[in-house]
């Protein structure tokens, strides 16, 4: 990272000026500036940079036509800054290959953050697959700007170098499996197979057979030779998923192939060497499992080397407009739609719901509004539907309202709760209520002169 030369593309003079000023104090070898995209491509061809900081929207050649062609010129990973406006574009960039994009506003620690893992990725990458390559499970990149989700990322970045257990924690549908994939995505072992076994699926008369694997004739109706899971994850990744619905005699047989890594198949004569990383996930307490009697003590720990335990969607509610707008593309390139992006009302809807069912059920929302909407640029909010809401029907209600309560109490409890929301990010905030930061800003000297104090300033 030392040695590492950075190409900033930016058409705003002072924002160039601003991210060179805070690369160049880092251990950044060279930051190169270029005024537009034209410009960036000749940069490209001169300097070779192993990173690239790109905004989307300039004059001459936008963002997303310079990526295109710096493709062909550089395996360079690429950084747009985008506002929440142009997510749509920073959404099919990605599509495209690029390795991320960050929104406006954001923090300078956000950004030499983003860079960093960028570098780190271009290293690990290099003489291997291109830098550009997307980490992608099942269609969902690993997205997100909140800073649970950075934390996690950045860990997920420093263990994947490890051969360490891995234990992911959250409730169904956070995207459990997603980082475990990440995490192979980003470790040596990428180019091995990724073998993901649902504990939970598959009855436990077949999941013996279906991790060791067995020999032709060890019980009625084993015509052949089978291989287990962990044979088929050599060199690579198997993902343990929901650990915790593993009976107590296979949980004593897992725990013996961690501690020796080498597996025996059923009716196998000698044991098999293993080079595999072992990723497990879980939606219980399994410590609360293990007091319980419900969960060997010792498989408990032998997992729990890394753990990482995931937020649930509502706690991460900055994290929805880009998820959102993520599935919205998906689903419209696959159902042949035109959407482009969401109505502020919509947004809203989406922002303010609970989501019990975490990202799996924002995931069904957009897909089951894509399909169903009529044709339009933008979905509206009676395209979504939700528990307890059906299109125009009704709509959801601000926390804090209740009967009785006057207009102006009510258009306080909003305004607040949205802040909290988005840790008093006050523009974020002002786009979600649909008012400008001027009016916000007033909003809350008025109720600061009411005595009024604001969790997140005290945070």
């Known amino acids: 990272m030392r040695n590492a030369r950075v190409l900033v593309v930016e058409d705003d003079p002072h924002m160039r000026e601003a991210l060179h000023e805070v690369l160049s104090r880092g251990p950044i070898k060279e930051v190169i500036l270029a005024g537009d995209g034209e410009e960036g491509l000749e940069m490209v061809k001169a300097h070779s940079p192993d990173a690239i900081i790109s905004d989307l929207k300039m004059p001459k050649m936008d963002g997303l036509t310079f990526y295109k062609k710096a493709k062909n010129l550089t395996n360079a990973p690429v950084i747009f800054i985008t506002a929440y406006g142009t997510v749509p574009i920073a959404v099919e960039a990605m599509r495209e290959g690029a390795f991320d994009f960050i929104l406006k506003p954001f923090s300078m620690d956000v950004l030499e953050e983003a860079v960093g893992r960028a570098l780190k990725y271009a290293i690990a990458k290099k003489g291997k697959a291109p830098a550009t390559k997307t980490v992608r499970s099942g269609g969902v990149r690993f997205l997100g700007e909140s800073p649970a989700i950075l934390k996690i990322k950045r860990l997920a970045e420093r263990v994947a170098a490890s051969k360490s257990t891995v234990l992911i924690t959250g409730e169904s549908g956070t995207g459990k499996e997603v980082v475990a994939r990440y995490i192979h995505e980003n470790s040596p072992r990428s180019q091995g197979p990724f073998v993901a076994v649902n504990c939970a699926a598959i009855p436990d008369t077949l999941l013996e057979s279906e991790l060791f694997g067995y020999e032709k004739g060890a019980f009625t109706g084993a015509v052949a030779r089978k291989p287990g899971k962990f044979e088929l994850a050599q060199n690579g990744t198997i993902l343990l998923d929901e650990i915790s619905e593993m009976s107590p005699v296979l949980q004593a047989?897992?725990?013996?192939?961690?501690?020796?890594?080498?597996?025996?198949?059923?009716?196998?004569?000698?044991?098999?060497?293993?080079?595999?990383?072992?990723?497990?996930?879980t939606n219980r307490d399994l410590e609360e499992m293990v007091e319980k009697g419900e969960f060997r003590e010792d498989l408990y720990y032998r997992l729990n080397v890394?753990?990482?335990?995931?937020?649930?969607?509502?706690?991460?509610?900055?994290?929805?407009?880009?998820?959102?707008?993520?599935?919205?593309?998906?689903?419209?390139?696959?159902?042949?739609?035109?959407?482009?992006?969401?109505?502020?009302?919509?947004?809203?809807?989406?922002?303010?719901?609970?989501?019990?069912?975490?990202?799996?059920e924002l995931e069904n929302v957009i897909e089951r509004a894509v399909v169903i909407a009529e044709d339009k640029p933008l979905l509206d909010a009676q395209d979504i539907f939700l528990k307890g809401r059906k299109g125009k029907e009704k709509t959801p209600k601000a926390p804090g309202i209740t009967a009785g309560m006057t207009v102006r109490e009510m258009e306080k409890a909003l305004i607040l709760k949205t802040l909290e929301e988005v840790n008093g990010n006050r523009t974020k905030a002002a786009e979600l209520l649909g008012i400008t930061t001027r009016t916000l800003r007033n909003k809350l000297a008025e109720y600061k002169a009411e005595g009024e104090k604001f969790p997140w300033e005290e945070k």
């Open 253 to 281: 047989k897992l725990l013996r192939v961690i501690q020796e890594e080498e597996v025996e198949r059923i009716g196998g004569k000698g044991p098999v060497k293993l080079d595999v990383r072992i990723i497990a996930t």
């Open 306 to 360: 890394i753990p990482i335990a995931l937020p649930p969607l509502r706690e991460r509610a900055q994290d929805i407009p880009i998820l959102a707008q993520f599935f919205l593309e998906k689903y419209s390139e696959e159902n042949g739609r035109g959407f482009k992006g969401f109505t502020e009302e919509a947004m809203k809807v989406l922002t303010s719901y609970h989501w019990p069912g975490n990202v799996r």
